[in-house]
C-alpha cells in the first residue's frame, strides 16, 4: 500500500520522553511481558518495587537471590557465563545504589555476603573470558567505598573480615581489597590487620601453612607500602631470597623516602643473576640525581645509552654538557648508533631522534636488518615494516 503523501512516519527512538509519552498503564504491560520472558529482568523489577517498599524488603531480595547462587550445583563452561556475570553486576549495582541509600549497615552486608561467592562461583563457572572476576574486583572496590561511607567503622571487624575474603580468595580477585578498604581501616585497622594475618600463620601446618605463607609474602608488602613504612616493607625480604627484582623494588621505597645512599647499597648488591638490568640503571640514576652527584649522573646518563641507544638519557647527557661540546658529543654519539648491535634498534632511534641521513646510510651498510624475522616487525614504524622489500640495491630514506 502507498503511504499517504500527507503521512507522517515515527522514527520509533526509544528516547525517555517517548517511552514516559507511552503512559504508566501501557509501561506496566510492556514490564509484565518481558519479566515474563526474561528471568533477569524480572527479579530487576521485583527488586525495585523491593526497594520502593523499604531497605529491609529490599536487602531481603538480593540476600535471597545470592544465596541461591551459592547453593547451585554443578559445573557451567564459559559460553554460559554471561548470564551469571550480568546478574551479579546487576545486584552489585543495586547494593551500592537503592540499598546503600537507604541502608548502608545493609549495603555492607549484602556486599559481603556477594564477595563470599568467589570460590564457589568460580569452582563452578570457567570464567576464561574474566567477565566474573572483574564483578568480584569491582565489589572488593564498591566494598571498600561503602566501609568509607560509615561514621564511625569497626577496624577490628574491617580488618577480620578483610582476612576472611582474602583467605577463602583462591583465585586473586581480592588482592586489591586491602588499597580500597585502607581509608577506612586507617593505621590502626591496617595493624590489627597484620597481627591477625600472623596471628593466622602461626596457627596454621603443613600445606595450609605454605598456601597461607603465599598470601602473607603479599600482603605484609602492601601493608607496609599503604603505611608507607619502608623499613616495614624491608621487614618482608627474605635474605637468603634476595634478587636484583627486591632489590630493585626496595630501592625504588628508599629514593621516594629520601634514603638515596641506602638504595644505592641496595642496587650495588651482588646477586646471582640480573633479570631487570635496564630497572636497576634507572633506578641508580634516580638515586645519583637524589643525592646530587652530578658527575656520576652524567656517567649513568651515557651508560643507559651506551647500553639501549635511550634517546631521553643521550638528551639529557648532552644537556648538562658545557657550552660548545655538546655538538660534537652529539655527532659521536649518533655515529656511535650507527655500529650498535641490533641495526633494527639503531634504525629506529635514528629515525626518532631524527637523523634520515645516517639512517639512510644505515640501510645501505647494513641491509641484513631487512631480511624477515619477528623483531624487525616489532621494532620499526608501521611504514618501514609494511613495506615489500625489492630485488636490487637497497631503498634510501628518500624513498619512503
Not at 49 to 73: F, M, V
Not at 74 to 100: H, M, N
Request: aromatic share 6%; hydrophobic share 45%.
Amino acid at each position: 500500500m502507498a503511504a499517504s503523501g500527507n503521512g507522517k512516519r515515527g522514527t520509533g527512538r526509544m528516547t525517555l520522553d517517548a517511552i514516559q509519552a507511552l503512559g504508566q498503564a501501557r509501561l506496566a504491560r510492556l514490564v509484565l511481558a518481558q519479566a515474563e520472558r526474561d528471568a533477569l529482568f524480572a527479579r530487576a523489577v521485583r527488586m525495585e518495587l523491593a526497594a520502593k517498599d523499604d531497605s529491609g524488603a529490599l536487602a531481603h531480595e538480593i540476600d535471597k537471590r545470592l544465596k541461591t547462587i551459592r547453593r547451585s550445583r554443578g559445573f557451567v563452561e564459559w559460553d554460559k557465563v554471561g548470564p551469571l556475570a550480568r546478574e551479579l553486576d546487576q545486584l552489585r549495582e543495586t547494593i551500592l545504589g537503592p540499598l546503600a541509600e537507604t541502608s548502608l549497615s545493609q549495603a555492607v552486608d549484602s556486599m559481603k555476603l556477594l564477595l563470599s561467592l568467589a570460590e564457589p562461583v568460580f569452582d563452578r563457572y570457567d570464567d576464561s573470558s574474566g567477565s566474573l572476576g572483574a564483578v568480584f574486583r569491582q565489589g572488593g572496590e564498591d566494598l571498600g567505598g561503602l566501609w568509607a561511607r560509615t561514621d564511625v567503622p569497626d577496624v577490628e571487624q574491617l580488618a577480620g573480615d578483610i582476612l576472611t575474603l582474602i583467605e577463602g580468595d583462591g583465585y586473586g580477585v581480592f588482592d586489591d581489597l586491602p588499597d580500597a578498604a585502607s581509608p577506612a581501616l586507617g593505621q590502626t585497622g591496617r595493624a590489627a590487620l597484620r597481627r591477625m594475618l600472623l596471628e593466622r600463620q602461626a596457627g596454621l601446618t603443613g600445606p595450609e601453612r605454605r598456601q597461607f605463607d603465599y598470601k602473607v609474602g603479599w600482603l605484609l608488602p602492601k601493608l607496609a607500602d599503604l603505611d608507607g613504612d619502608v623499613d616495614a616493607y624491608i621487614a618482608t625480604v627474605d635474605p637468603d631470597r634476595r634478587n636484583t627484582l627486591l632489590n630493585a623494588q626496595v630501592a625504588a621505597r628508599l629514593i621516594a623516602q629520601g634514603r638515596a645512599v641506602e638504595a644505592l647499597d641496595w642496587i650495588d648488591a651482588p646477586v646471582e643473576r640480573s633479570h631487570n638490568e635496564r630497572e636497576i640503571a634507572d633506578l641508580k640514576l634516580r638515586a645519583f640525581e637524589a643525592l646530587g652527584r652530578r658527575d656520576d649522573v652524567q656517567a649513568q646518563r651515557k651508560a643507559i645509552f651506551d647500553r639501549w641507544l635511550d634517546a631521553q638519557a643521550l638528551r639529557d647527557w648532552l644537556k648538562a654538557l658545557p657550552d660548545f661540546e655538546d655538538v660534537a658529543a652529539e655527532r659521536q654519539a649518533l655515529d656511535q648508533a650507527m655500529t650498535y648491535d641490533r641495526a633494527t634498534s639503531a634504525l629506529a632511534f635514528l629515525i626518532a631522534w631524527p637523523d634520515l641521513k645516517r639512517a639512510g646510510k644505515l640501510t645501505r651498510e647494513r641491509f641484513e636488518i631487512w631480511k624477515p624475522g619477528p623483531m624487525t616487525f616489532c621494532v620499526l614504524p608501521p611504514r618501514l615494516c609494511l613495506r615489500p622489500i625489492r630485488a636490487g640495491p637497497p631503498c634510501s630514506i628518500a624513498d619512503w
